[in-house]
């Protein structure tokens, strides 16, 4: 089968790879029908050469169609068309039931992709713990929303509800991105009295403002300034962080009123990267941060899909033929061509 594959420093590469399998008794066979890029399929992308990741397929957000499943799946046959979660468990533990399988203890690298995890930007996959990993997708939710769902939808809803945003509260959404993007939709559905959007990239910025943000742009102005000026020098109770570099999780507790909440969902490869809590002590403030269980969210976002209250398909801006997958990340590592997010088909 075909698969992008990491060959090193920005260079990914369409080749032939071998056939995926059924992972076990509790795994199943998906047969890709769309995948997208994540934002943290960038970190290797750009980052230092990883030896040890060379020749191996990358992505974690994929849809498809059940192939085969293994004799201990309950819930899946050969046929359904099914979202696979980028965050899988072992399915069988506490956490696991609970729908929070980035807290499964059970599975070490759990995000597709990891070592002794199948990857998603492949023709086909192997899904372990298939009964918790998969999700048929719903009538009344569309191809493009399903592969949102597999993790970037969950993990917005994951920093806005994380933020404990209030019917009134100020809410602050650091990167617009499509992660960032996400979180802003969602905060809308806590009734807050304003968000405001931080980003460099004024075209993200822009989308951010249809959806009715008070965008922020960082390259013009001092974002923590901007954000202090016009909340009476309070700053927002309800900040998220949806970027991950220094600089921007930086902004994020600056713009933090006293006695709120950050919720980080921005993530960064940087092992340099250092948090000074002490600096923000006086803030009395709580901290999240982590990785996102898809499946939690689930039952929640796919009704505000099916009852149309959600469109996060707007951030599709470009979608591509498998082939052109290294042109795809090219364009969406640099930002170049108002691009937010890259939905790759395997067909092509
Ligand atoms: P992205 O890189 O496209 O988005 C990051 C945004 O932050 C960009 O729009 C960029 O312009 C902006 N930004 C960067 N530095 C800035 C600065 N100094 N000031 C202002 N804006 C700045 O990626 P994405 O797909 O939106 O992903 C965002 C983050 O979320 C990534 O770190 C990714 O790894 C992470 N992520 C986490 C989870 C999780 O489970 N917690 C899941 C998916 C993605
Ligand atoms: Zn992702």
């Not at 990491?6 to 032939?16: F, L, T």
Request: aromatic share 4%; proline share 7%; hydrophobic share 40%.
């Amino acid at each position: 089968m075909r698969a992008l594959v990491y060959r090193g420093h920005r260079r990914i590469e369409v080749e032939r790879v071998p056939d995926a399998e059924t992972p076990g008794p509790d795994g199943a066979l998906v047969r890709t029908t769309r995948f997208a890029i994540c934002g943290s399929d960038l970190h290797g992308y750009h980052g230092p050469v990883n030896e040890e990741r060379i020749g191996r397929a990358m992505g974690h957000e994929c849809i498809g169609e059940v192939v085969s499943v293994g004799p201990e799946v309950r819930r899946f046959r050969a046929g359904d068309r099914v979202l696979v979660s980028a965050v899988v468990g072992c399915g069988r533990c506490e956490a696991c039931a609970a729908l929070l399988t980035a807290r499964c203890p059970n599975r070490e690298g759990r995000v597709l992709g990891a070592p002794g995890l199948d990857a998603a930007q492949a023709e086909a996959i192997g899904v372990p713990a298939a009964d918790s990993s998969l999700l048929r997708i719903p009538e009344g939710v569309s191809d493009e929303q399903a592969v949102l769902l597999t993790d970037i939808l969950p993990t917005g809803y994951k920093g806005a509800r994380g933020a404990g945003i209030q019917p009134g509260g100020a809410v602050a959404v650091v990167g617009a991105g499509p992660v960032g993007q996400m979180a802003i939709e969602t905060a809308f559905l806590f009734g807050p009295s304003r968000v405001f959007a931080i980003d460099q990239a004024a075209y993200r910025l822009a989308e951010a403002e249809r959806l009715g943000a008070i965008p922020i742009d960082a390259s013009e102005v001092d974002p923590v300034e901007a954000v202090l000026d016009q909340t009476g020098g309070r700053g927002c109770a309800h900040v998220v962080e949806a970027a991950g570099p220094q600089a921007t999780v930086r902004i994020a507790f600056g713009v933090l009123a006293h006695g709120g909440t950050l919720s980080q969902v921005g993530a960064t490869a940087d092992p340099e990267m250092t948090v000074n809590l002490m600096a923000v002590f006086g803030k009395d403030l709580t901290y999240r941060v982590g990785l996102v269980s898809p499946q939690f969210a689930w039952p929640e976002l796919v009704p505000l899909l099916r009852e149309g209250k959600l469109h996060p398909e707007r951030v599709f801006t470009h979608r591509l033929p498998m082939s052109e997958g290294p042109r795809g990340y090219s364009v969406f590592d640099e930002r170049r061509d108002g691009v937010i997010k890259v939905l790759l088909d395997p067909a092509g």
